[in-house]
């Protein structure tokens, strides 16, 4: 069974604490609609790298990497198998194409992959494997690794590249509640969802010379690449589809995105 490459935002980590935020409702009934896959490959934001990296460990530890949180949050745990036979096979398609991957046994899963993951797939049954972010080496080299990664989906893998639409944390921690969402938010999600679902999708590579408020809203780019990689490994020529868009703290964009 192919599965899809897809692309969530997976906010800060106390989504996970509010069942109330559209967000969290959408991720509860996303595993569910996309179904049970063989494994999953997270790309994630929070795990940046000088070259690309994969988890490799038996089980993958829950990482709290996050501070001045609800004690409820540390206290969770989500600690799915590990699939080293799939990081192994990642690798040799990732060095097939030139790059130079290395494998990680003691690195465990950050926010950025068991937040969504505990809310798509509860049970913390379906082995996953991590991959790592290499933020200075910008848009053209994501989406390349989505490229390279493509096959995996034929092999019933998840690529579930985790992120966020927008990401300017310093007016998120500014944000005051009633105060309406900052007009650059709107204009950056409108440029995105135009441009992948139009006929120049790989325009995304440029985001930072053609968005409106490209800068703003992402002062740095980790939050921004796992998208990238989604849309590489998508199949060429199939139309993106935006099936989630919502906003919290005021700043963060919640969009998420299939790749067919």
């Known amino acids: 069974m192919s599965f899809p490459s897809v692309f969530v935002s997976h906010g ?4 996970l604490l509010e069942p109330e935020q559209p967000a969290y409702r959408f991720l509860r009934t996303f595993g569910v609609e ?3 896959p063989a494994a999953i490959l ?3 934001a929070h795990w940046e790298t000088t070259l690309p990296t994969l988890t490799s460990a038996p089980r993958l530890e829950t990482i709290h990497d996050f501070g ?3 004690p409820a949050l540390y206290a969770m745990r989500y600690q799915p198998p590990g699939a080293r036979e799939l990081g192994v096979q990642a690798r040799a398609l990732l060095e097939g194409a030139g790059f130079d991957p290395r494998l990680d046994s003691k690195r465990g899963i950050d926010h950025g992959g068991w937040v969504p993951l505990m809310l798509m797939y509860p049970e913390a049954d379906v082995p996953v494997v991590q991959l790592s972010v290499q933020s200075r080496l910008g848009a053209a ?3 390349r690794l ?3 990664l493509r096959p995996l989906r034929e092999e019933g893998v998840l690529i579930l590249a985790s992120g966020s639409l927008t990401h300017n944390l310093r007016a998120a921690f500014h944000w005051v509640p009633g105060i309406p969402t900052p007009a650059p938010v709107g204009a950056f999600s409108d440029w995105v969802v135009d441009t992948l679902t139009g006929p120049r ?4 590579l440029e985001y930072e ?4 408020e490209a800068r703003w809203n992402h002062p740095t780019p980790e939050h921004f690449l796992p998208l990238l990689v989604a849309l590489g490994a998508g199949t060429p020529g199939a139309t993106p589809r935006r099936v989630h868009s919502s906003v919290t703290l005021g700043v963060l964009a919640m969009d998420a995105y299939v790749f067919a």
């Open 12 to 15: 800060a980590p106390s989504l």
């Open 34 to 36: 996309l179904g049970r």
């Open 42 to 44: 997270v790309v994630s």
């Open 68 to 70: 001045g949180f609800d």
């Open 141 to 143: 080299h994501h989406h």
């Open 146 to 148: 989505g490229q390279v």
């Open 201 to 204: 999708p790989n325009d995304l």
């Open 209 to 212: 010379r053609q968005a409106p």
